[in-house]
T-cell receptor, first 116, second 113 residues
């Protein structure tokens, strides 16, 4: 099946710094990618939808200036958490939709962010 | 907008017994329904999906789910549970326009030896 990778798998950073998370579709093209966050013992909450070559669409309550999304190519989307705070600590999961295969959606393994 | 409800936070079953994890959905038009499993600190693993066709869908690891349009349900089932099935299970729905996937709150399945 199709593979989506995320890098890094985990990251620890100091409060006030910025962190970039990469999401790649390894063997298919994805015009649309999604970013989710998951708090402990909770469900996945959609943060934003990223379309290649255009601005991301953010869900209500998600600060677009804090969570910068770039989808510069058909296989790569990045999420940058700017000026991270401890409350941003979470599990971030990306998902990529295969443009050519019945719009199948595949999930990355997730990135654990801990802000000290 | 589409939504999914998983009414049980926790399901406990004994190894070898059948298991059911419940899911109901709300969507405009015909739904695309999915089940995923998540192990600790891991991403989602796809189990099965319903797009169209037979109401009984068979998926990975012996799991199956039955689409019931009149009850707007898509319950996950397995005839004989394994201890290794213990994990967090998510039901998800997409509408036919192909918009984003919405997840239920998740159900923690614990299978005891």
């Amino acid at each position: 099946g199709a593979v989506v990778s995320q890098h890094p798998s985990w990251v620890i950073c100091k409060s006030g710094t910025s962190v970039k998370i990469e999401c790649r579709s390894l063997d298919f093209q994805a015009t649309t990618m999604f970013w989710y966050r998951q708090f402990p013992k909770q469900s996945l909450m959609l943060m934003a939808t990223s379309n290649e070559g255009s601005k991301a669409t953010y869900e209500q309550g998600v600060e677009k200036d804090k969570f910068l999304i770039n989808h510069a190519s058909l296989t790569l989307s990045t999420l940058t958490v700017t000026s991270a705070h401890p409350e941003d600590s979470s599990f971030y999961i990306c998902s990529a939709r295969d443009s050519g295969s019945l719009n199948e959606q595949f999930f990355g393994p997730g990135t654990r962010l801990t802000v000290l | 907008a589409q939504s999914v409800a998983q009414p049980e936070d926790q399901v406990n079953v004994a190894e070898g017994n059948p298991l059911t994890v419940k899911c109901t959905y709300s969507v405009s038009g015909n739904p695309y329904l999915f089940w995923y499993v998540q192990y600790p600190n891991r991403g989602l693993q796809f189990l099965l999906k319903y797009i169209t066709g037979d109401n009984l869908v068979k998926g990975s690891y012996g799991f199956e789910a039955e689409f019931n349009k009149s009850q707007t349900s898509f319950h996950l089932k397995k005839p004989s549970a394994l201890v290794s099935d213990s994990a967090l299970y998510f039901c998800a729905v997409r509408d036919m326009t192909g918009n984003d996937m919405r997840f239920g709150a998740g159900t923690r399945l614990t299978v005891k030896p």
